[in-house]
């Protein structure tokens, strides 16, 4: 009598157990961003937040939610379109001012994907001047000594420079980094308002 208790039991709990093959409502707070390991977007209501411009309104979505929480910090006019961040080529940072630090405000971009490092960049240092053919006289009578030719040099390579190096090309600042699908919700819970 017990093992046929036993067996009703399972078999009634089991459905709620068992893992569901439809999508569940998601458990999101609109304006919330997910990251997914997956090439798609696992749910209707998350957008990839890849910068895209949306319409606030049109048949199949209503972003107005969306719009209300994040406005037009990433653009659009707020009234009629919406765009949603661009995760593709920027680290995430919290907002606020860290001691010594600058103040990140929500929405704003900082940094640069690439960039060219002017003279006024580069930490001071210096070059050695070593001409490739050393041709010194002085009044007339070819010096052969080392200390010669050296105070011969400094008094001749008074000023010059060397030769620019480089092409001034822009490099890339990339750290290492793993690629993940990040999506931004537009259809779940409303944040509370503080």
Not at 7 to 29: G, H, Q, R, Y
Not at 49 to 68: F, P, Q
Not at 134 to 145: A, L
Not at 174 to 190: A, E, K, R
């Amino acid at each position: 009598m017990r093992k046929i208790l036993y067996l009703a039991m399972t078999l009634a709990i089991t459905p709620l157990i068992t893992p569901s093959t439809t999508l569940a409502a998601p458990t999101c707070t609109v304006g919330e961003i997910k990251w997914f390991a997956m090439n798609r977007i696992p749910h209707k209501s998350f957008l990839q937040a890849n910068g895209d411009l949306y319409a606030i309104k049109v048949k199949e979505r209503d972003l107005s939610a969306l719009n209300d929480v994040i406005k037009n910090r990433y653009g659009g006019d707020g009234v009629k379109t919406i765009r949603v961040p661009d995760l593709r080529k920027y680290t995430l940072i919290g907002r606020g001012q860290a001691p010594g630090m600058n103040n990140y405000v929500v929405g704003k971009k900082y940094g640069k994907v690439s960039m060219t490092l002017t003279d006024k960049e580069l930490p001071k240092h210096s070059h050695q001047y070593s001409p490739a053919q050393v041709n010194v006289e002085k009044k007339g009578v070819k010096m052969s000594g080392s200390a010669d030719i050296v105070v011969a040099l400094k008094s001749t390579a008074e000023g010059e420079k060397t030769q620019p190096t480089g092409n001034g090309e822009a490099f890339t600042q990339l750290q290492p980094s793993l690629v993940l699908m990040p999506t931004i919700c537009w259809n779940g819970f409303m944040p509370r308002r503080f």
